[in-house]
C-alpha cells in the first residue's frame, strides 16, 4: 500500500509561481514513474507531467517552459514547479504513482492517486 500527501496549491494572480508536492510513503518495493495530472471544472482529466525513476521527463505542451516537474528519489517525492502560471491552469492538480510492491515472492505494479490539491489562478 502507498499513501500520498500533496501539498502546494493555492491561490495566485496569473504571471505567479506555485510548487506543488507530492510524497510518497508506506510498503513497497519501488516507485516507478511519478507525474501529475490536472482537471479543470467540467473537463476530463488530463496529463501535465511525468517522471520516472531514472529522470525521464514527460511535459504536456500547454505548459512547456511554465513548469518543471523533478522528484528526489532518497524522499520518494515528486515536485511540480509551476511558473508564469495562467487563468486556464486553474484546475485541481492530482499526483499519479506507479509503485512496485511485493507480495510473497511475486512482485507487481499498482498505481495511485493522491487526494488532489487545488490550484487558482486570477486574472
Known amino acids: 500500500q502507498v499513501q500520498l500527501v500533496e501539498s502546494g496549491g493555492g491561490l495566485v494572480q496569473t504571471g505567479g509561481s506555485l510548487r506543488l508536492s507530492c510524497a510518497a510513503s508506506?510498503?513497497?518495493?519501488?516507485?516507478?514513474?511519478m507525474g501529475w495530472y490536472r482537471q479543470a471544472l467540467g473537463k476530463q482529466r488530463e496529463l501535465v507531467a511525468t517522471?520516472?525513476?531514472?529522470?525521464?521527463?514527460f511535459v504536456q505542451d500547454s505548459v512547456k517552459g511554465r513548469f518543471t516537474i523533478s522528484r528526489d528519489n532518497a524522499k520518494n517525492t515528486a515536485y511540480l514547479q509551476m511558473n508564469s502560471l495562467k487563468p486556464e491552469d486553474t484546475a485541481a492538480y492530482y499526483c499519479?504513482?506507479?509503485?512496485?510492491?511485493?507480495?510473497?515472492?511475486?512482485?507487481?505494479?499498482?498505481?495511485?492517486w493522491g487526494q488532489g490539491t487545488q490550484v487558482t489562478v486570477s486574472s
Open positions: 517522471i520516472t525513476s531514472d529522470d525521464r521527463m
Open positions: 499519479n504513482v506507479d509503485a512496485i510492491e511485493r507480495s510473497g515472492i511475486r512482485t507487481y505494479a499498482q498505481m495511485y
Open positions: 508506506g510498503s513497497f518495493v519501488s516507485i516507478n514513474a
